[in-house]
């Protein structure tokens, strides 16, 4: 599978933007970029996925590297509630995820 | 739309113990995953059903992890005999049919004493 790196964690304040980095030197041209977040005693949650396109939704904007080995997710303005573990995966075809550690995020008032 | 349902919540019991864990996934899905997640680690997949057939189990530790997902709808895990490193939390997905987007659950939490 191929890999992805992330920080263990970052930190922003609340009503502030956040760029969530994420290495995947390795991305095959069927991988799709996948991210998923975990709150604190919940399941992980489906965030946003892209494949070479930058791609926007309600939750989240995704930044796609031109040569792909790199990707951003930015949320736009940071709540308590974004404070999570966020998970960058490469899927490819019926491929199953495989989660790394992911990047803790904290959020200051 | 309801979401994936878990039960029960939370699990202690002692090493050598059975335990067994259930899942009612969205209602339509055809795909159900078990994952394990091990505190600060992220999710690992045990078993991926489609329908009531495995399509992947290949990380589940067949000697003392059973699954099933009979008339293709709700599923049990099951756990005979726990040992101490079975700590975890015990996470169910559901997906529809040929999309890439999973939906979880709450988990379980279960300590093995």
């Known amino acids: 599978d191929a890999k992805t790196t992330q920080p263990n964690s970052m930190e922003s304040n609340e009503e502030e933007p956040v760029h969530l980095p994420c290495n995947h030197s390795?991305?095959?041209?069927?991988?799709?970029i996948h991210w998923y977040r975990q709150l604190p005693s919940q399941g992980p949650e489906y965030v946003i996925h892209?494949?070479?396109s930058n791609v926007n939704n309600r939750m989240a904007s995704l930044a796609i590297a031109e040569d792909r080995k790199s990707s951003t997710l930015i949320l736009h303005r940071a709540t308590l509630r974004d404070a999570a573990v966020y998970y960058c995966?490469?899927?490819?075809?019926?491929?199953?995820?495989?989660f790394g550690k992911g990047t803790m995020l904290l959020v200051s008032p | 739309e309801a979401g994936v349902a878990q039960s029960p919540r939370y699990k202690i019991i002692e090493k050598r113990q059975s335990v067994a864990f259930w899942c009612n996934p969205i209602?339509?899905?055809?795909?159900l995953y078990w994952y394990q997640q091990i505190l600060g680690q992220g999710p690992k997949l045990l078993i991926q059903?489609?329908?009531?057939?495995?399509?992947?189990d290949s990380q589940l530790p067949k000697d003392r992890f059973s699954a099933e997902r009979l008339k293709g709808v709700d599923s049990t895990l099951k756990i005979q005999p726990a040992k101490l490193e079975d700590s975890a939390v015990y996470l169910c997905a559901s997906s529809p049919w040929a999309t890439d987007t999973q939906y979880f659950g709450p988990g379980t939490r279960l300590t093995v004493l």
């Open positions: 390795t991305i095959s041209g069927t991988d799709y």
């Open positions: 209602s339509g899905h055809a795909t």
């Open positions: 892209g494949l070479t």
């Open positions: 995966i490469l899927k490819s075809g019926y491929s199953t995820l495989t």
């Open positions: 059903f489609q329908n009531n057939g495995v399509v992947d």
